[in-house]
């Protein structure tokens, strides 16, 4: 059984500083690995997705990277901002559909 | 693009109550999913659809849930009788095809309190 763990639980930072939330998986055969955000209230919005055979993706300050072999993923969120305030949640698929294992999520709090 | 939009937002019941939350993926969206989250927890699956049939209700307590998607757009979650055990929220999301290279869109979910 698949299951996904986020470290830390909880992360204060102020504001510009780079910062680096972990993710791991116990089964290596997933399809993809995905980050979203979820701010209070809301549902999750989608920020990376990435399919086993990558190694990272990108966009804007945010760099997800994955080892499957390991299974590990990181997200790098560079030049932090209050803005970024949010809960960040990973999950992975297996077998080809969107069936997600979530992560219980990193609650990362900006402060200016 | 419309978002995922899901009704309503919040719902208190008393136990042993029944409920229903309604879903609208996203226009041409064919994967419909419903997920659970619990309070400080990661969303569970609940169930998927693809079109208007079920392709993984694993997860989902038979006895006391249902979920339809008749004509393959918007859905219907039921929870009959509802526990204490059962608040949460909501959520449902939508993806293009379900083939597992495509994010997934959440609407804003249903907050259910049982009490």
């Known amino acids: 059984k698949q299951e996904v763990t986020q470290i830390p639980a909880a992360l204060s930072v102020p504001e510009g500083e780079n910062l680096v939330l972990n993710c791991s998986f116990t089964d290596s055969a997933i399809y993809n690995l995905q980050w979203f955000r979820q701010d209070p209230g809301k549902g999750l919005t989608s920020l990376l997705l990435i399919q086993s055979s990558q190694r990272e993706q990108t966009s804007g300050r945010l760099n997800a990277s994955l080892d499957k072999s390991s299974g590990r993923s990181t997200l790098y969120i560079a030049a932090s901002q209050p803005g970024d305030s949010a809960t960040y949640l990973c999950a992975v698929s297996q077998g080809g559909s969107e069936k997600l294992v979530f992560g219980k999520g990193t609650k990362l709090t900006v402060n200016p | ?115």
């Open chain 2, 1 to 115: 693009e419309a978002g995922v939009a899901q009704s309503p937002r919040y719902k208190i019941i008393e136990k042993r109550q029944s409920v229903a939350f309604w879903c609208n993926p996203i226009s041409g969206h064919a994967t419909l999913y419903w997920y659970q989250q619990i309070l400080g927890q990661g969303p569970k699956l609940l169930i998927q659809f693809q079109n208007n049939g079920v392709v993984d209700d694993s997860q989902l307590p038979k006895d006391r849930f249902s979920a339809e998607r008749l004509k393959g757009v918007d859905s219907t979650l039921k929870i009959q009788p509802a526990k204490l055990e059962d608040s949460a929220v909501y959520l449902c999301a939508s993806t293009l095809l379900g083939r597992g290279n495509s994010p997934l869109h959440f609407g804003n979910g249903t907050r259910l309190t049982v009490t």
